[in-house]
Structures are given as C-alpha cells and as structure tokens.
C-alpha cells in the first residue's frame, strides 16, 4: 500500500508527523498528532497480538518507525522507501515469532 501511495502524484507525506515536528509536542496540536500516532501503535499491536507476535507493544513501536520513516525517505524522493522498509519489515517480524 505504502509503495503504491508513495510513487502517486499525490503523495503529501504524513500530516500528523509534520504537525508535530513543527508545532512540538507541547503544542495543542503537537498533543492531538500524538495522540494520533499512539492510535496508529494501538492498532499495530492489535493486529501483532492477532499474529501471535511476542511483545506486541515493541513490535509496534518498532514497525511504526518503518512506517515513519518510510514517509519521510518518501518525501526525500526516494520511491523505493516502501520496498526496503518491506524487507525490514519482514526481518522485525521474524524477531518477534
């Protein structure tokens, strides 16, 4: 999905990752985007917990930041972000079966 997303011509990167860097997390909407984010590892875990993963909170925290840093190597220009995160991806699920 990420791929797809990244190589459209619509692609904006992550409106909740850019509002905090640039509000901090202080800020009213700093608080809101992270509280975003935390849905977003929420979710995550849930999903880990369904797959039987081990300690599903690191895993998503850990998978969140390939999601994040996807965006951002996204929005760099590199089009292939989703790809190499995809094989980082598959390693980090290993490590937590």
Request: negative net charge; contains cysteine; proline residues 2%.
């Amino acid at each position: 999905m990420f791929d797809e997303w990244f190589r459209s011509d619509g692609f904006d990167t992550c409106t909740f990752v850019n509002v905090l860097l640039e509000m901090g997390p202080d800020h009213v909407l700093g608080v809101a985007s992270i509280r975003h984010l935390q849905n977003i590892r929420t979710m995550i875990a849930q999903l880990a917990t369904e797959a039987g993963l081990r300690d599903p909170e690191a895993f998503a925290r850990s998978w969140h930041i390939l999601m994040k840093g996807s965006i951002v190597s996204a929005a760099e220009g590199d089009t292939d972000a989703a790809l190499r995160a995809q094989a980082m991806a598959a390693s980090l699920i290993d490590q937590h079966r």
